[in-house]
């Protein structure tokens, strides 16, 4: 079992920067990877980023790559993504899955279904 709690969401402008943070508990989060998946209104939960336990594979859709970075810390519990250069279209709200699944590849851990547990979310709006 494991519970996760986003932060760091916000009201920011277009070129902005925001850094979210997504804690959890239990004793066993280095061995799940994560993914942060975004939902604006009246849209489906679309992938974003995801990490690999140990940290060593991240992988991006398209839209973020270059501007986005994912990053976890495994002591602290908590995975990061780091947003800049946002864009009004990256208003949504934000969500970490966990996925028991602890390696990552190509085409891996980008779809919902995926991941095993889920937080609340967070929401990012971008002002133009």
């Known amino acids: 079992q494991i519970q996760l709690v986003e932060s760091g969401g916000g009201l920011v402008q277009a070129g902005g920067s925001l850094r979210l943070s997504c804690a959890a508990s239990?004793?066993?989060?280095?061995?799940?990877?994560m993914g942060w998946f975004r939902q604006a209104p009246g849209k489906e939960r679309e992938f974003v980023a995801t990490?690999?336990?140990?940290?060593?594979?991240?992988y991006y859709t398209d839209s973020v790559k270059g501007r986005f970075s994912i990053s976890r810390d495994n002591a602290k519990k908590t995975v990061y993504l780091e947003m800049n250069s946002l864009k009004p279209e990256d208003t949504a709200v934000y969500y970490c899955?966990?996925?028991?699944?602890?390696?990552?590849?190509?085409?891996?851990?980008?779809?919902?279904?995926?991941?095993?547990?889920w937080g609340q979310g967070t929401q990012v709006t971008v002002s133009s």
């Open positions: 899955g966990a996925d028991r699944t602890p390696w990552r590849s190509p085409n891996m851990g980008i779809r919902a279904i995926e991941y095993d547990y």
């Open positions: 239990g004793r066993t989060f280095s061995s799940y990877a």
């Open positions: 990490i690999s336990s140990s940290g060593g594979s991240t």
